[in-house]
């Protein structure tokens, strides 16, 4: 029998990698990017570029 049993262990890996996966896929572009670069302010003049953008 050369079929490998899946290991406990690997089946919680996949179900978290999952979890997570569908966890991003549920949130916004903006909440990406906040979960991304929450601990990183853009550059003064990046944020005001970004402003001008929007109107």
Do not use: G
Request: glycine letters at 0%.
């Amino acid at each position: 029998n050369w079929i490998i049993p899946p290991q406990p262990c690997a089946d919680v890996d996949s179900k978290t990698t999952s979890d997570k996966r569908s966890e991003y896929a549920s949130m916004t572009y903006e909440e990406l990017q906040a979960q991304l670069f929450a601990d990183v302010d853009p550059p003064p003049e990046k944020r005001k570029k970004w402003h001008e953008e929007e109107q």
